[in-house]
T-cell receptor, first 113, second 112 residues
Framework: GESVGLHLPTLSVQEGDNSIINCAYSNSASDYFIWYKQESGKGPQFIIDIRSNMDKRQGQRVTVLLNKTVKHLSLQIAATQPGDSAVYFCAENRDNYGQNFVFGPGTRLSVLP | DVKVTQSSRYLVKRTGEKVFLECVQDMDHENMFWYRQDPGLGLRLIYFSYDVKMKEKGDIPEGYSVSREKKERFSLILESASTNQTSMYLC???????????FGSGTQLSVL
């Protein structure tokens, strides 16, 4: 992911609507991707992951889509709730040993009542 | 549940002090990591360790060192703290190669 400076991109959605958060990754050889959620004052929390042999993976209220052609990852949250308000960021593994991940700068999701 | 515990939530130190940040994980994970998180820059890897007494430099190791004497514990050391090391520090662990990271709650360090 590229740095967007000091201010995070922000997505505001109405409670109950679906949210789509996007992430562009940098390495076409990356084969494992993770979405994390970070609430204020807490450490990042695992949401969902996907390997490059898949295009889509679903969890509880969340879906991750992977488009390897354009190196794009998205996180869809269904029926967004106030508790979903947080910063979301993607991570890609960047070397063959899978030891290191590169993290995007994040997107702040605000859920409006 | 995996638990990664960082010893301090907030720390305030003075320039030039030696600072120790401690991290303990309770899931017998092989790999442990230290990141710093700054607004708009994402998480940047400082150091990681894939075994006891082993360490590897990450993207921004300058000004830091680490210690892993026991499998469950990974310490980050700032030999002489500087104001540009004011940041949120996050410890993480993973079970092995290519596995997802589990993070601690972070330590907000302020160097005055």
């Amino acid at each position: 992911g590229e740095s967007v400076g000091l201010h995070l991109p922000t997505l505001s959605v109405q409670e109950g609507d679906n949210s789509i958060i996007n992430c562009a990754y940098s390495n076409s050889a990356s084969d494992y991707f993770i979405w994390y959620k970070q609430e204020s004052g807490k450490g990042p929390q695992f949401i969902i992951d996907i390997r490059s042999n898949m295009d889509k993976r679903q969890g509880q209220r969340v879906t991750v889509l992977l488009n390897k052609t354009v190196k794009h990852l998205s996180l869809q949250i269904a029926a967004t709730q106030p508790g979903d308000s947080a910063v979301y960021f993607c991570a890609e593994n960047r070397d063959n040993y899978g030891q290191n991940f590169v993290f995007g700068p994040g997107t702040r999701l605000s859920v409006l009542p | 549940d995996v638990k990664v515990t960082q010893s301090s939530r907030y720390l305030v130190k003075r320039t030039g002090e030696k600072v120790f940040l401690e991290c303990v994980q309770d899931m017998d994970h092989e790999n442990m990591f230290w990141y710093r998180q700054d607004p708009g820059l994402g998480l940047r890897l400082i150091y990681f360790s894939y075994d006891v007494k082993m360490k590897e430099k990450g993207d921004i190791p300058e000004g830091y060192s680490v210690s892993r004497e026991k499998k469950e514990r990974f310490s980050l050391i700032l030999e002489s703290a500087s104001t540009n090391q004011t940041s949120m520090y996050l410890c993480a662990s993973s079970i092995g190669q290519g596995a997802k990271l589990f993070f601690g709650s972070g330590t907000q360090l302020s160097v005055l």
